[in-house]
């Protein structure tokens, strides 16, 4: 366990004892609440405005933001009633609740450097480039369109305005878009670049595109409140500002992220609690990881995101994962399930929340063909092209290890190829299916406590609605 | 007019007497030859083994190649026999004239740094990114896909071997391909990422791709001898290596590339007329103009390269461009209509020939949507795209001026929308038709001559065939 310690430049951490005990909880933060009670240490609270630093020892500063600066674009709260009142006055768009799960994405900086909906120039190099080039001629990560689509009424009514409002569902202002520029929005190419296919069926385009308007507007965005979504959940929802206060705070000296929309299995925990193991061989004192299911739009068969958090909760509560050294939120951005594209963006959004390590699967944002019986993306395209991403080059990929269940230690292990008939390797259909159907899987699978939550889940949609299912998202999407 | 010094690092052009009379003339070079007849001043000849530096002032070096150096794959004489033998004992893939023509480009070094077909990390890299990083961190450019595509029984019978034969159509050995990789051949991904679309009726699609196998074959290229086609037009055909012996000869202190794929009318010849008229401006004392029409595939309703190059002559002829700065040669890339994506390779290309200047014009690389009433492209991306594409930032982008005919001086002119109405747009479908009908354009449209060849060439099409058009490509692929 030699350490490295040539990757670790002017490491010098503090005592353990001092990155066990700083550590910021939002209000009835449950997660965090649950590792307190299933911690071996003893945690204690700090707010985020009370920095308490319990040492002086000149931390390894985390990740810069892409760009060098975090973006945000909350207006201060001195300022609110006079853009409120500005907003009012100003013609206005109805946005859907994906544009809303967008406008919370860029708003907090995860699209650092971007400061609004994409103008056109933007738009083009992500479609073609995956990639923006700032002014100073660096390059950044920004592999999917972050872009507002209009319709030709809309369009006329906000031709002759340089500034504009959006409107949440709930007809409540909740931004004011300035500078605008309106440009075409061809979805055929769009859908092509992005997803590499244009068969139908790719959920996102369903359900966002495919009716939406002819016409994108660009511009920057100032948010006149933060976004909430009154679910129950805002307390996880934070923002990378926020983020990288716990990881300062904790002294972490590298923090690896973990994107997920699926509930947490033992696989998934072996390979998270394998990665601290493989980050402290390399001579880090504090890894942390970030566990980040994502948030914002998935599609009807995925688990929703309060039985996810249900979930992962129970994951935590039973020790399956280190509650040290674990900061669990939620990535509010919506799903497109757009494979190679999209697992860019959810690296790059990372790292704007301090990440300077990311984990990425086999099939990464993958899905079946809409249409034909394969896999819509080869499984190994993911992380091949996440490590050859430009703008990504200041990011460690974590390419996963293959788990699976093994049956001669009946818990998941990293496949062994050379006993290969010892494995017993469960899809997430196969998982859906055990839940479904109220069957067990194989003891070690999951921990007991978190099955019961998906078998819940499941019993719960055949109770409520014949078991059909619904595209899944936070409901209310509202500002207060 | 004050020259702009500071953009010329030490130039120092010799007297414009020598900047007259270094030129290489490749044998039977008619379009040389008739600059010669048609010029002013007098040319002399010097083969490309006999550089007669007429100076010895210190030249403004090209533009490097992409990647530092340019990449010949030809094998040394002295070394063919060898390499034939070799080639002659190895498992061979048939190649179709798409696949010699791209053999062609990426001997030459047109492709440089690319040396071979793409293996999968390239190839990813170009769908995805639309350039390739080096391994030195460096950045080119690299937006379409130079592949093989094999087919399940090609791929079982070279799947053993490291490297493999190339054979012409002919069934001549043209080139060896080293340490192989093979990798699964997605077409649906391949078109939508690189055209924008899957629309059935791409023509190099259905050309080139939709028949093709399911596997693609990257791997290092030795090409056996120089590639011909034998079809009268091989001393156009000149290498990068080539063309930049003559700018060096010709003490080019600026090239400005001009990519076409249809006959040059006396809006072009404005357009490159003014361009130079501009670089003068800018304080360069001998720009040099590569016309440079692209001689690989192209779909049916395309000029033929036989014929356009005839017109082109003519217009040389005709005096319509100064011969003593334009230099004529063949592109020999086939052509993907793939718009924004593709004209990224054709500035790309002309780099590495030692072009600094593009000229880029609506639509470039364009054409109408397969199976919807519109332009595949919207007409102002190609330059957008263009513009901020990564590895072209060394490149200096010259967007085109509209010319249309200008009826109140009865010649082409650049459009003045002060008294638009003074203006006719004659689209290349107009020109068509004018020339089928065997109708005569307005005056000052096109030089005489040149209109001729295209009046011939419809004539001998209805002629021939009763007017039905075939894939344009040059028949005879072949080698010495």
Chains 1, 2 share one sequence.
Not at 294 to 318: C, F, I, N, S
Request: proline share 8%.
């Amino acid at each position: 366990m030699a350490a490295t310690a040539a990757v670790l430049p002017s490491l010098s951490p503090s005592s353990s004892a001092a990155s066990q005990t700083a550590v910021f909880l939002p209000p009835n933060q449950r997660f965090l609440q649950s590792l307190r009670q299933t911690s071996l240490g003893g945690l204690s609270v700090s707010t985020p405005g009370g920095s308490k630093r319990r040492s002086t020892t000149p931390l390894r500063a985390l990740i810069a933001p892409d760009g060098g600066e975090l973006v945000e674009l909350v207006v201060p709260e001195v300022d609110r009633p006079s853009k409120q009142a500005e907003a009012s006055s100003l013609p206005y768009i109805p946005l859907t609740p994906i544009d809303v799960e967008w406008v919370h994405v860029v708003s907090e900086g995860w699209a650092s450097p971007l400061r609004g909906f994409m103008r056109q120039t933007e738009y083009l190099q992500a479609l073609h480039f995956n990639s923006l080039r700032l002014a100073d001629g660096s390059v950044v990560n920004m592999s999917v369109p972050i872009v507002l689509a209009i319709d030709d009424l809309q369009k006329e009514a906000i031709a002759t305005s340089s500034s504009i409002a959006l409107r949440a569902p709930s007809g409540e202002l909740i931004a004011i878009l300035r500078n605008i520029e309106i440009y075409k929005h061809n979805k055929e190419e769009r859908i092509a670049r992005t997803w590499g296919t244009t068969a139908p069926g790719l959920p996102y385009v369903e359900e966002a595109l495919t009716s939406s308007g002819n016409w994108l507007v660009g511009g920057d965005l100032e948010v006149l409140q933060p976004i909430k979504y009154y679910d129950g959940l805002d307390q996880y929802r934070l923002s990378p500002a926020q983020l990288r206060k716990i990881f300062e705070e904790k002294q972490a000296d590298a923090v690896f992220a973990f994107q997920l929309r699926n509930p947490v299995h033992n696989g998934h925990a072996l390979l998270m609690t394998d990665t601290r193991k493989r980050l402290l061989e390399m001579g880090y004192k504090n890894p942390i990881l970030l566990l980040h299911p994502l948030g914002g739009y998935t599609k009807a068969d995925d688990v929703p995101l309060q039985w996810r958090m249900k979930q992962h909760e129970k994951v935590l509560e039973e020790g399956v994962l280190d509650p040290e050294s674990t900061v669990v939120a939620i990535f509010p951005s919506p799903m497109h399930y757009a494979g190679p594209t999209e697992v860019q963006w959810h690296a790059k959004a990372r790292i704007n929340a301090g990440a300077d390590f990311y984990i990425v699967g086999r099939d990464p944002a993958g899905m079946g063909h809409p249409t034909q019986k394969r896999d819509l993306y080869d499984p190994d395209h993911g992380k091949l092209v996440l490590s050859m991403a430009p703008g990504l080059e200041r990011l460690n990929i974590l390419p996963f290890k293959v788990a699976a269940y093994d049956k001669s230690q009946g818990k998941m292990a990293f496949f062994d190829p050379s006993r290969a008939e010892d494995f017993l390797f469960i899809s997430g259909t196969k998982m859906r299916n055990f839940a479904k159907l109220g069957e067990k899987p194989p003891a070690g699978f999951m921990c007991p406590e978190g099955w019961q939550v998906l078998v819940d889940y499941y019993q719960s949609l055949s109770t409520n609605n014949n078991g059909s299912l619904t595209t899944q998202q936070p409901k209310a999407v509202a500002s207060v």
